[in-house]
């Protein structure tokens, strides 16, 4: 077994396109519209399906925002450096929340950006070795 995708909904869905590709460096792997349900599905990742996990956007073509509710944590995603994909996501118009910096309580160095329907993404840094 093994995870094969996160889905996030999401209201519009080239702005979140423009985030996950543009500002995180993602590939739209592929997208499929749904007429008869009135929705698009596209996944994006920074590898194919077949080996590594993806996120999937659900895009509902009648809905422009969601609750995000206070059960869903995050997205991770591991840098080389979180200090530079900081200042790479702020260069490309993203939004970072949390700076680059120890984890409080350990030594892991994290930080935080924001897409554009208010998901949190993770960059925790790759340790040396």
């Known amino acids: 077994m093994r995870i094969l995708h996160t889905m996030l909904r999401v209201g519009d869905l080239d702005r979140a396109l423009s985030f996950y590709v543009e ?3 993602m590939r739209e792997l592929r997208r499929k519209d749904y007429p008869g ?3 698009t599905n596209v996944f994006v990742g920074y590898g194919d399906e077949a080996s590594t996990a993806v996120l ?3 895009h509902n073509w009648d809905t422009r925002t969601y609750d995000l509710g206070s059960g869903y944590g ?3 995603i591991e840098v080389d450096d979180a200090y530079k994909a900081c200042e ?6 993203g939004k970072v929340t949390r700076e680059a910096g120890p984890m ?3 030594t892991t ?14 960059f925790v ?3 040396p070795g």
């Open 23 to 25: 500002v995180l460096g």
């Open 37 to 39: 349900g009135r929705f």
């Open 56 to 58: 999937e956007l659900t």
């Open 74 to 76: 995050h997205v991770a």
């Open 88 to 93: 790479e996501v702020k260069k490309r118009g």
């Open 104 to 106: 409080k309580h350990g």
């Open 109 to 122: 160095v994290i930080a935080f950006v924001e897409d554009p329907d208010g998901y949190k993404v993770e």
């Open 125 to 127: 840094q790759k340790k």
